[in-house]
């Protein structure tokens, strides 16, 4: 079986305008809702106190905002979690002595005033330096594993493919975050791992199709880059469906099935495998093709590498 | 001859896959409730206390599967948890305060598996249920009780040696010491520097002032110790709350991170955790007029506490002893049926205590209970900022010179003589702590955890399996037996590695690699129709197909790996565990779908005269 069947080189870069203008109006958009909107930081950025209860009846959740403000709780979240008999009951940092001590207040508070059985699902108490501490580690980390990333690249191919697979990268977190943003989702402790696969899967994608298009430069003599480019994109571009497609059949599976609290580790990986597979296509080859990678900055790699192979590849 | 592997290749991989299929079977025998009995404070569980537990289960009629020693500890399995419970709550009755009795689960792994290593993947707390907790160190706390500890051994040298000084006073780091005469300062100089080499001492140039300075090494030292003391100590208290597996480790500088599995009574275990003081022995000042005292005139070199019910006393400023010399606290009674404490200290602790009471028998000497409490404010550097309670717990009269070991008597009733011993062992802490993020999760929320994750797991195989098979056919059938010997060896190293634990997201790693692991053979057999396509001869294809993938797999894969080891080095817990799913599952993928499915290509096709492959 196949899905495509491609007679003809697809001419990916002709398209250029319109991808270039594609990105950037969502980088932008990206960054405007940053700027403005922020990003929606879960309790391991942000501290404070989330205490989820699971009911035996489908739960009333005016009954117990108003449980929560006659206690002492008047800055109470309180949502539904997955279910309606799944309550999150969020509370932000203050300054009480005993801020640990809240979550099993407030159990026994709920238990007196529902007079149901509450079943304690999770309580999770994060202090504030703890939330800095840990924005900053991940900024941190983010940014090492792309430069990490870049050096490696860089080594391996060439720095024009290193800075395009870089360049792709960065667009496809930008969008993830974007996302995030716009619709502000909760952005925790697993978005952020999300995104730090995103990485690694895009990269993956980025350098299958880096590498094709390294082979055909050797292969393809006195050709234009630009052809080169896209008879690699089209040659590799059932592999980058079916890869993509196989990556986003699991990740629906967590989407759906995963349960509420991975929910927005796979909603990221969604988001973030789909703009992947499209900025492998456009970003890092046009990035590359922009910076004027041409075959002579490829050509002596043949030489050393591949030449055990050469007899087979002249006709 | 072409796409033919030599004969130890395929049983490499055949010995891999096999050996990942051994370590992966603890995973299906499952789990049974047991009861866990271990010493405490130095008592170790032996064979005496093996045959007493048998007795007082059988007393009960109650049924065990087995009970064994293991490395001081006795395990009870039973075949439900009510038997469980009962036996717990026995157990707990009879053996008394020597012994913790813990619930746990065992795993049901047979002794030949044991033998060779076998044990099931460890359960995240995510996964498991129970609570974890971050603690911090305050070290601005602990470098303050070196400093003052600097100021009173100097006052002590200088006397001693009769060198006159005007002031001995904490500054920056270190300590200042004034003097009136030039002389003096220079004798002082030659003496710290002998005495204190992990010490900078400096003259100042006003020649009548000299600054000690601890050493950066020194300050690393003082750091490095309070963050170990808490670990024992916490380790201590978390012994005392009974809790299987308990897992007290330190993270990073400051921190310490404590699980404790299934412990669903979060409050007591906080209580336990965030009682942080420590404990000072002070003489009584009895020259001072404490009626001055109360109206604000307080001696100098005095201080004044008060006990619990408010009576004042007034105290020498000088610690005679801080409690980290205590090595252990006992009640019990005297030759006289009256309660009495029963202190142990470290032999820097005896010499201390042997000199501070030398010359002070008959003198009252008052034990100060000091408690740390966090305001919940901080400091510009984001320390949390504590409260000093001080409280007299005891004052007795010294009646002879103190040595190592000593006793407290006359505390009134043995209840008070129990809490005194138990404030004193409690009271060693160096550097206060406090709790900066916890996280519980309930056994509930755990069960759907690992119900929901394991769901998504098959699931996702489930339809990458349909996919490859119609796809790819009789290959696809060869990249699902890779997907799933991956799965095998996931689990297999999951289960042999020490510090591997499966979390929810480290589940949502799993599911993740089972898209991404057939990525490697959709190249392979993208690029062997493509070489059908140009007309290259079947072998052929399968050899340029392998080929020319591999460097392009190799290299997708390290980008990846790079990912996930800096996932690993900067997260914590659930985290951790997805960066490790991740990682072995890249590692154990590259292997299965490159040599794993060559073995089997090469075996059905290779080296045949075929006109057409099942591709």
Sequence with gaps: MQILHLKETVKFMSYRKIALVFSALMMIASVISLATNKLNFGLDFTGGTLIEVGFEQPADLKIIRQVMAENGFADAKVQFYGSSRDVVIRLGLRGDVKAEMLGNEILSVLQKATGQTVDMRRIEFVGASVGDELAEQGGLAMLTALICILMYVAFRFEWRFAVGSVVALFHDVLLTLGLFSILQLEFDLTVLAAILAVIGYSLNDTIVVSDRIRENFRKIRNSDPEDVINISLTQTLSRTIITSFTTLIVLAALFFRGGELIHGFATALLFGVFVGTYSSIYVASLVALALGVSREDLIQEVIEKEGADQDAMMP | ?615
């Design chain 2, 1 to 615: 001859m072409l796409n033919k592997y030599p004969l130890w290749k395929t049983l490499m991989v055949v010995v891999i896959v096999a050996l990942g299929a051994l370590y992966a079977t603890p995973n299906l025998y499952g789990e049974s409730p047991a009861v866990q009995v271990s010493g405490l404070r130095g008592v170790e569980a032996d064979a005496g206390t093996l045959d007493n537990i048998k007795a007082y289960l059988d007393e009960n009629n109650l049924d065990f599967d087995s009970v064994v020693l293991e490395n001081g500890q006795i395990l009870a399995r039973f075949t439900n948890t009510e038997d469980q419970l009962k036996a717990r709550d026995i157990l707990d009755d009879k053996l008394g305060n020597k012994f913790s009795v813990a619930l746990n689960l065992t795993p049901n792994t047979p002794d030949w598996l044991a033998a060779i290593g076998g044990t099931p993947m460890k359960l995240g707390l995510d996964l498991s249920g129970g609570v974890s907790f971050l603690m911090e160190v305050n070290m601005q706390e602990a470098i303050n009780k070196a400093k003052s500890a600097m100021v009173s051994d100097f006052r002590d040298d200088l006397r001693s040696e009769k060198i006159r000084y005007r002031s001995v006073k904490e500054a920056n780091n270190g300590v200042v010491v004034i003097f009136r005469k030039v002389a003096d300062l220079e004798a002082a100089e030659t003496l710290l520097k002998k005495r204190y080499r992990d010490l900078l001492v400096k003259t100042n140039d006003d020649k009548l002032t000299l600054s000690a300075k601890m050493t950066e090494q020194k300050l690393k030292e003082i750091r490095e110790y309070a963050i170990q003391q808490n670990i024992t100590i916490i380790r201590n208290r978390v012994n005392e709350l009974g809790v299987a597996e308990p897992l007290v480790q330190r993270q990073g500088k400051k921190h310490i991170v404590i699980e404790l599995p299934g412990v669903q009574d979060t409050a007591k275990a906080k209580e336990i955790l965030n009682a942080t003081a420590t404990i000072e022995f002070r003489l009584v000042d009895t020259e001072g007029d404490l009626a001055n005292a109360l109206k604000g005139r307080i001696p100098a070199n005095s201080i004044l506490l008060r006990d619990r019910d408010g009576r004042p006393s007034l105290l020498k400023k000088r610690v005679m002893l801080t409690g980290d010399h205590i090595t252990d606290a006992k009640s019990g009674f005297d030759e006289y049926s009256r309660p009495q404490v029963n202190i142990s200290l470290d032999s820097a602790g005896g010499a201390k205590m042997s000199n501070g009471t030398k010359s002070n028998i008959g003198k009252p000497m008052a034990t100060v209970f000091i408690e740390y409490k966090p305001t919940g404010k901080r400091d510009a550097e984001g320390n949390i900022i504590f409260e000093k309670v001080q409280e007299i717990i005891s004052i007795a009269t010294i009646q002879s010179r103190l040595g190592k070991s000593f006793r407290i008597t006359g505390s009134g009733s043995p209840a008070e003589a129990h809490n005194l011993a138990l404030l004193l062992r409690a009271g060693a802490l160096i550097a206060p702590i406090t709790i900066v993020e916890e996280r519980t999760v309930g056994p509930t929320l755990g069960a759907e955890n690992v119900r929901l994750g394991f769901e998504a797991i098959m699931l996702g195989f489930g339809l990458v399996f349909i996919f490859m098979m119609v796809y790819y056919r009789a290959f696809g059938v060869v990249a699902n037996l890779a997907l799933g010997a991956n799965l095998i060896l996931i689990v297999g190293i999951m289960s042999l590695m020490p510090g591997a634990t499966l979390t929810l997201p480290g589940m949502a790693g799993i599911v993740l690699t089972v898209g991404m692991a057939v990525d490697a053979n959709v190249l392979i057999f993208e690029r062997i129709r493509e070489e059908i396509r140009e007309g290259k001869t079947i072998q052929q294809a399968i050899h340029q197909g392998y080929d020319a993938a591999f460097s392009t797999i190799i290299d997708a894969n390290v980008t990846t790996l790079i990912a996930a080891v800096i996932l690993y080095a900067i997260g914590t817990g659930p985290v951790k565990g997805f960066a490790i799913t991740l990682s072995i599952g890249i590692i154990t993928s590259m292997f299965t779908s490159v040599i794993g499915t060559r073995a089997v290509v090469n075996a059905i096709w290779g080296g045949k005269r075929l006109d057409k492959l099942p591709i």
